[in-house]
DNA sequence: TTGACGGCTTC
DNA sequence: ATCGGAG
DNA sequence: CTCCGATGAAGCCGTCAA
C-alpha cells in the first residue's frame, strides 16, 4: 500500500476542527484510519488524537518562531517521513545539538505546506485545538474497524496507549483487540478520581454502611509499581519510568512476597515522623537525576498504596475495590498501605478527613466498595475531597484570551495589600470564569486600563475578586514568597473595595498554618 | 563556571 | 492540576 | 456522563553564551 501524505491528514484534522459535532468528528476520523497503510495506522492514530509517539522531540513553541521560509506549493512528505524526522530530532543530544536540531527542522519545513505546518505545529505544542483527542479517537477507532467501544477503551486502558491499538483493532479486529489484556512490567492508564467540594456532596445523602471507604490523600506523585518475577519498574501517571530514580522503592517492591505484582498509589516524601514535606520536595526529588543512592538518604520517598491490579497470574482490574484492598493488605506491609476507613456514617468520614488534614495531608478519596478499576477514567467511584481556601484580592493586571478565549480579557493578575498601599503579586488565574464573567470582565478591566504591551493590560488596582485555591506553596518569582496553588475564581465582589482586601499579613499568616501542620513544631528541634 | 532560556514533567 | 461549555 | 480546551506554579535537565 502506498505511503499516506502527511498532508490528508492535516486536511481531516482540519476538517474535524471545522464541526462541531463529535460524531462527524468521529466519522472524518474513522474514514482516514480504514484508509490509510497498515503500518501507518497507528502513527495517524495517535497523530489525529493530537498527540506523538515520541516522548521528547525537544522542538517548543519558541524554536518554531524561527522558521520562516517560504512553504511548499505542494505535499511530498509521507506520514512515515514525519516519524522518522521526529525520532531523528528526539536522538539528537550533547554540544551542538541545538543548532543540528534547528537545522533538521528548517529542511522539514521547507517541504511542508502551510496546511502541513499548522498541523504539525499543533502536534510539536502539544496544542492541536481540533476538539478532538483521546477520547474522539477511541470511538473513531471503535467505528472504523466496526467493534464496540467498550472494548476498545479496554485495550486502549490495558494497554496504555493509543496508537498501536487502533493498529491492532483495525488489523486484526475483536480477536486481536481480545488479546490485549493487563501485562504486567506494561503500564496501563491509571484510574483518576472525580472531586468533590466537601465529605457530605461527595458521599451523597444516603449512604448505607459499607458503601464508601474514606481514604487519605497523599500529595506525592502518582505511582504505577510493577514487579515481574526478580524485576521491577515504576511508572508515573503519564506512564514514564522512573525506575531509576527510587532505588528504595524498587527494593521494598522486590522484596514483596510474590512474583508477579501491579500496584498503584503514591510516591512521598516524609519526615522521620511520618509528616509529610511539601509537594515541592517530593516533586524535586523525583524529578531528579542526581546520584540516586545519595538521594535516598537525603530525600527518602515512601510508597503508600491503594490498589492491587495484579497478583501471580490474578488480574483484579475488573474485582470490587474492596476485594483488591483485602488482597493488597495481604501482600504490602500495613506501612506500605495507605490508611483508610470504611464509612458507615457521614459523620465519621468528616472526622477522618479533619484528622488526616490537620496531619498535614492533602485530604481524602472516598472510594465505593464495589466499584471496579477503571482505568483511564475519572468516574464517580472515587471523588477527591481537599480543604478550600478563599482570599479577597486585587486584580492587578488582565492578559488577552486566546483560542476560544480569543478577543477576550481572560488570565488575571491576583494581588494582596501590602500594608502600604500598594500591593504584592501571588499569581494569576483564568479558572472559574463562565461566559459571561468573562464578557463582563473584559469590559471592566477596559475601563481599569492604565497601559498595555503586547498582551498584558494593566489596570487601576480596584477590582476585588474572590479566589478559592488548595495552599500555598513556595515561590522565588513573586516578591511575597508565596504562589496560590489551583487558584481559581469565586466571584467578583463589587462589595469590598481594593483597600477592603485581604493583606500579605494575611496570607502569610496561612503559610504559618500550613507549615505547623506539616510538622509537628516539637519534632523540629533537631 | 554560571546564569539564561527552552522544553517538559509533576501537581 | 481546576473549571466551564458542549455533545 | 464524557470530552475538550484554556491556562496555573514549581522545578528538573540540557544546551549555549558570557
Not at 516522548?55 to 517521513?81: D, F, I, K, M
Not at 501485562?183 to 445523602?205: H, K, N, Q, T, Y
Request: aromatic share 4%; glycine share 8%.
Amino acid at each position: 500500500m502506498n505511503p499516506t501524505p502527511f498532508a490528508r491528514l492535516a486536511d481531516v484534522s482540519r476538517q474535524v476542527a471545522g464541526t462541531a459535532s463529535r460524531n462527524e468528528k468521529v466519522a472524518h476520523i474513522a474514514a482516514l484510519l480504514r484508509d490509510v497503510a497498515p503500518d501507518e495506522r497507528a502513527l495517524t492514530a495517535d497523530y489525529l488524537a493530537g498527540t506523538l509517539p515520541q516522548r521528547r522531540v525537544g522542538v517548543g513553541w519558541r524554536s518554531l518562531r524561527g522558521s520562516t521560509s517560504t512553504p511548499a506549493q505542494a505535499p511530498t512528505v509521507a506520514v512515515r517521513e514525519i516519524d522518522a524526522r521526529l525520532t531523528e530530532l528526539e536522538d539528537l543530544h550533547g554540544p551542538g545539538s541545538v543548532t543540528r536540531r534547528k537545522e533538521l527542522l528548517d529542511d522539514l519545513w521547507a517541504r511542508l505546506t502551510d496546511a502541513e505546518r499548522t498541523f504539525l505545529t499543533g502536534l510539536l505544542i502539544g496544542d492541536a485545538r481540533q476538539g478532538a483527542g483521546d477520547g474522539v479517537m477511541l470511538k473513531a477507532i471503535a467505528a472504523a474497524a466496526d467493534l464496540k467501544e467498550t472494548q476498545v477503551r479496554r485495550a486502549v486502558m490495558l494497554a496504555g496507549r493509543t496508537g498501536p491499538v487502533a493498529a491492532i483493532a483495525l488489523d486484526g479486529g475483536a480477536e486481536a483487540l481480545a488479546r490485549i489484556r493487563l501485562e504486567v512490567g506494561r503500564p496501563l492508564r491509571p484510574m483518576l478520581a472525580g472531586s468533590s467540594p466537601d465529605i457530605a456532596s461527595a458521599l451523597g445523602d444516603v449512604t448505607a454502611p459499607g458503601e464508601w471507604t474514606v481514604e487519605v490523600k497523599l500529595d506525592g506523585i502518582r505511582l504505577q509499581a510493577h514487579k515481574i518475577g526478580d524485576d521491577v519498574r515504576l511508572f508515573t501517571r503519564s506512564l514514564d519510568d522512573i525506575t531509576a530514580r527510587l532505588p528504595e522503592i524498587v527494593d521494598l517492591v522486590g522484596s514483596l512476597p510474590a512474583r508477579n505484582v501491579v500496584l498503584d498509589g503514591e510516591a512521598i516524601a516524609l519526615r522521620p515522623d511520618g509528616s509529610p514535606h511539601p509537594f515541592q520536595v517530593t516533586g524535586a526529588r523525583t524529578a531528579s537525576s542526581a546520584d540516586p543512592d545519595e538521594l535516598r538518604r537525603t530525600v527518602p520517598v515512601t510508597a503508600l498504596f491503594f490498589d492491587l491490579l495484579h497478583l501471580d497470574g490474578a488480574d483484579l482490574v475488573d474485582a470490587p475495590m474492596q476485594q483488591r484492598r483485602a488482597a493488597l493488605q495481604g501482600l504490602v506491609p500495613a506501612e506500605h498501605v495507605v490508611s483508610a476507613l470504611e464509612v458507615t456514617e457521614t459523620a465519621a468520614a468528616q472526622a477522618f478527613f479533619d484528622d488526616w488534614v490537620a496531619r498535614g495531608h492533602e485530604g481524602v478519596v472516598a472510594k465505593r466498595t464495589d466499584a471496579v478499576y477503571a482505568a483511564g477514567r475519572r468516574g464517580n467511584g472515587w471523588v477527591k475531597v481537599k480543604p478550600r481556601h478563599t482570599l479577597d484580592l486585587v486584580v492587578l493586571a488582565v492578559e488577552e484570551g486566546s483560542g476560544r478565549r480569543r478577543g477576550y480579557l481572560s488570565n488575571i493578575h491576583l494581588g494582596a495589600r501590602d500594608g502600604k498601599g500598594g500591593f504584592v503579586m501571588l499569581g494569576k488565574t483564568f479558572k472559574g470564569m463562565t461566559d459571561e464573567m468573562l464578557a463582563w470582565q473584559t469590559r471592566r478591566f477596559t475601563d481599569l486600563m492604565t497601559e498595555r504591551d503586547d498582551w498584558v493590560v494593566r489596570v487601576r488596582p480596584e477590582q476585588v475578586v474572590e479566589i478559592a485555591f488548595d495552599g500555598l506553596q513556595r515561590s522565588t518569582r513573586y516578591p511575597g514568597g508565596v504562589a496560590l496553588r489551583f487558584a481559581r475564581v469565586l466571584r467578583y465582589r463589587d462589595d469590598k473595595s481594593a483597600e477592603q482586601a485581604d493583606s500579605i499579613d494575611d496570607v502569610l499568616r496561612l503559610a504559618q498554618w500550613q507549615q505547623n501542620n506539616q510538622v509537628d513544631p516539637d519534632e523540629e528541634q533537631t
